[in-house]
């Protein structure tokens, strides 16, 4: 199967603003970490009604971010998705000054956290059983540097760097059970 093009960056507001919407993020992320699906199959991963799951992912492919994968369709009626690209990103300043774009820009940043907290959020509630499955390999790190702009986009281009080589690795065949992980890193200036 065709592999999804690079990482996209995203510096059209209304591409950004499809993006933003906590359920257009999460099929994005389903289909990141499943690849292709159908409506049923995003339905049943997300607990949505297939219309609606049809009615976004129609938002999604508007937004040129999804393309349908009809070398997986069994016949003419059955439509798979996939994403365009690889990831997406964004930064602040590819978007100017335009208060309506800065909204958008604004919302598609605090989604994005908030996507970010939830998932973390949903680790810590889980069962006992989980946690004594996973035993002590999650991890939460938090360090305060002395950086120059210039040092924290090197650091941010090795962190990035570093995932995307786990990420791209070839997954060993050797039987064992490997779950979908989520991995997040933020570094902004900020004051103790």
Same mark, same amino acid.
């Given at each position: 199967?065709?592999?999804?093009?690079? !990482?996209?960056? &995203?510096?059209?507001s209304?591409?950004?603003?499809? /993006?933003?919407?906590?359920?257009?993020?999460?099929l994005?992320?389903? $289909?990141?970490?499943y690849? =292709?699906?159908?409506?049923?199959m $995003?339905?049943?991963?997300?607990?949505?009604?297939?219309?609606?799951?049809?009615?976004? *992912?129609? !938002?999604l492919?508007?937004? #040129? @971010?999804?393309v349908e994968?009809?070398?997986?369709?069994?016949?003419?009626?059955?439509?798979?998705?996939?994403?365009?690209?690889?990831g997406?990103?964004?930064?602040e300043? #590819? %978007?100017?000054?335009? =208060?309506s774009?800065?909204?958008?820009v604004?919302?598609?940043?605090? @989604?994005? /956290?908030?996507?970010?907290?939830? @998932?973390?959020?949903?680790?810590?509630?889980?069962?006992? +059983?989980?946690?004594?499955?996973?035993?002590?390999a999650? %991890?939460?790190?938090?360090?305060?540097?002395?950086l120059?702009p210039?040092? /924290?986009?090197a *650091?941010?281009?090795?962190? &990035?760097? @570093?995932?995307?080589?786990?990420a791209d690795?070839?997954?060993?065949d #050797?039987?064992?059970?490997? +779950?979908? !992980? %989520?991995? %997040?890193?933020?570094?902004?200036?900020?004051?103790?």
């Open positions: 199967m065709e592999q999804p093009t690079p !990482v996209r960056q &995203i510096t059209d209304r591409v950004l603003a499809a /993006l933003a919407h906590p359920l257009r993020r999460r994005m992320d389903v $289909l990141k970490v690849g =292709p699906c159908t409506v049923g $995003l339905a049943e991963r997300t607990d949505q009604a297939p219309a609606n799951v049809s009615h976004h *992912l129609k !938002v492919a508007a937004a #040129d @971010l999804l994968a009809p070398e997986l369709a069994r016949d003419r009626r059955e439509r798979w998705w996939k994403p365009r690209n690889r997406v990103r964004w930064s300043s #590819d %978007f100017g000054d335009d =208060p774009t800065r909204v958008v604004e919302a598609a940043g605090s @989604l994005n /956290l908030e996507r970010h907290t939830e @998932l973390v959020r949903a680790w810590h509630t889980a069962s006992d +059983e989980t946690h004594a499955e996973w035993n002590d999650p %991890f939460s790190t938090d360090h305060w540097l002395h120059t210039e040092e /924290l986009e *650091l941010g281009r090795e962190v &990035i760097a @570093l995932l995307t080589q786990w690795r070839p997954i060993p #050797d039987g064992q059970r490997r +779950e979908p !992980v %989520f991995v %997040f890193a933020h570094g902004v200036p900020g004051r103790p």
